[in-house]
């Protein structure tokens, strides 16, 4: 499996400031924010399945765009995977005809350009040989993280958490884990509201890494605009056992 971040910023301002959407292989998204507006019109045709953390929209903001661009010249149905919570707040407040049009009835639904799949933490979707698994995590609205399974290497996407006891447990239960994707959102200066909006914060993270048994490669992304090099002098500042790298717009990693 290949993954490339398509975007991986906690905002937009500036032409690598894309919101969280990563390209997997050539027919999967794990979330959907900007990021995914920079795949040109042939790329947007390959993709059938987005698979998502959470309904906030900096990770769903291109899913409506995306099903609009491609749905009438696809003729195929595309699956959003994600918790029932995250599923109701799309449905109800996104596909709605008020926002945008119903796309889970358009052209009928029998055939729709999109399907709504409800996916619990724990449960796993496969793809041919490749295995996404919900785990869970603690944001202000139902959320999962993704971990990705080719048979050979996993990574695991964390999508919007504070600490989460569940997460490091699943975390720890990934043997063949090679990269871990995790969010930190604010500086240490930001401590509450980061408590009070269910992210991390550096020393809430440094926690999350000490308990790990497995050492997997750490990248940080979700930092919030203006604060990035904040945020990893702080991270850096640790020294943990693991030392967690700045993600980077378009990078990718084979698994």
Known sequence: MKLTVLGCSGGIGGKDSRTSSFLVDDDVLIDCGTGAGDLDFSALRRIGHIFVSHAHIDHIAAIPLLVDAIGEVCYRTITVYAPPGALHILRAHIFNWLVWPDFTSIPDRNRPYLRLQPVMPG???????RTFTALPVLHTVPSVAWRLDSGAGQLIYSGDTTYCTGLVE???????????????AFPEEMHALAISSRHLCPSMLGTMLDELTVRPEVYIS????????RIMEQIDALRGRLRPKRLEHRQEFTF
């Open 170 to 184: 699943a975390i720890n239960a990934s043997p063949a884990l090679r990269y871990l994707i995790m969010e930190t």
């Open 123 to 129: 449960e796993s979707v496969r793809l041919g040989g």
């Open 222 to 229: 979700h930092l919030k605009p203006g604060f990035g090099a």
